[in-house]
């Protein structure tokens, strides 16, 4: 199974993977039920879940049901017990929404819960990060996960970003991060073969390797940023019940 699955995300693109692996993945999720992990943010459970990564596939990573991985359970985890966002209606801006959060934040803020992406189907925007088409401070909340190493120029999108955001209004912006962790944000727009980016940046479709230095970036683009550690304060038994990462910093990044 986690061979089929890595080939899958390899070479299936995201935008077709988004649009048809629902279904599939849910007639696998029935063989799968049982007591061990439990997908909080759609409150199911299983013996595990199925596999998932291009290259070397982690176990227990993938909720079938809710497309879930182990990232995206620790930010609803974080998002209940650090943040407003399920207290308070908010205008969110969603780049590059996850199947796992979209009915779930559509509910909570209605109309005001807004998804865009270059060219996901599940976006309701089509917009380039580098030019959101949105007046500034206009969000209180914005989410952009997995994005930034795929973007020509990083600075410019966490700048546009940072300028829809209201003063006081907050962003949880994540980039893959690939050990052994380098001092510096590696970038070579000289490298361009699939195969090379492969090797230099983890996957083809990436234009840049993240460092220790992501904090700064994000602060050159305007944010103050929080390296909150959330994963190493809540309870121990949630990691393994959740299937959680062990080491995921959040980045919240406020105005």
């Given at each position: 199974m986690k061979y089929l699955i890595s080939l899958i995300i390899r070479y299936v693109p995201r935008k077709y993977l988004q649009r048809f692996s629902r279904l599939?993945?849910?007639?696998?999720?029935?063989?799968?039920?049982?007591?061990?992990?439990?997908?909080?943010?759609?409150?199911?459970?299983?013996?595990?879940?199925?596999?998932?990564?291009?290259?070397?596939p982690r176990e227990n990573a993938l909720c079938p049901d809710s497309q879930s991985l182990e990232r995206h359970r620790l930010m609803w985890?974080?998002?209940?017990?650090r943040t407003n966002f399920f207290k308070e209606k908010l205008k969110v801006l969603h780049v590059a929404p996850e199947?796992?959060?979209?009915?779930?934040?559509?509910?909570?803020?209605?109309?005001?819960?807004?998804?865009?992406?270059?060219?996901?189907?599940?976006?309701?925007?089509?917009?380039?990060?580098?030019?959101?088409?949105?007046?500034?401070?206009?969000?209180?909340?914005?989410?952009?996960?997995?994005?930034?190493?795929h973007v020509e120029d990083d600075i410019k999108a966490m700048s546009e970003i940072h300028r829809v955001l209201k003063p006081g209004g907050w962003a949880i912006i994540q980039v893959p991060f690939f050990p052994p962790l380098k001092d510096e944000t590696f970038e070579d727009p000289n490298i361009t073969d699939p195969r090379e980016r492969e090797?230099?940046?983890?996957?083809?479709?990436?234009?840049?390797?993240?460092?220790?230095?992501?904090?700064?970036?994000?602060?050159?683009?305007?944010?103050?940023?929080?390296?909150?550690?959330?994963?190493?304060?809540?309870?121990?038994?949630?990691?393994?019940?959740?299937?959680?990462?062990?080491?995921?910093?959040?980045?919240?990044?406020?105005k």
């Open positions: 599939g993945l849910r007639i696998i999720g029935l063989f799968y039920r049982g007591n061990n992990v439990t997908c909080p943010i759609i409150n199911k459970s299983y013996r595990k879940f199925l596999p998932y990564g291009r290259i070397h985890l974080f998002l209940k017990e199947e796992c959060f979209i009915k779930k934040f559509e509910a909570l803020h209605q109309d005001n819960y807004i998804t865009a992406d270059i060219e996901s189907p599940l976006a309701k925007v089509k917009m380039d990060i580098h030019q959101i088409p949105f007046e500034e401070n206009s969000f209180d909340v914005a989410f952009c996960n997995h994005v930034m190493e090797q230099v940046f983890g996957q083809d479709d990436h234009v840049r390797l993240y460092g220790k230095d992501y904090s700064k970036r994000l602060e050159k683009a305007g944010f103050k940023v929080t390296e909150d550690e959330f994963i190493h304060e809540i309870d121990p038994s949630w990691i393994q019940k959740f299937a959680l990462p062990k080491d995921e910093i959040i980045y919240f990044c406020t």
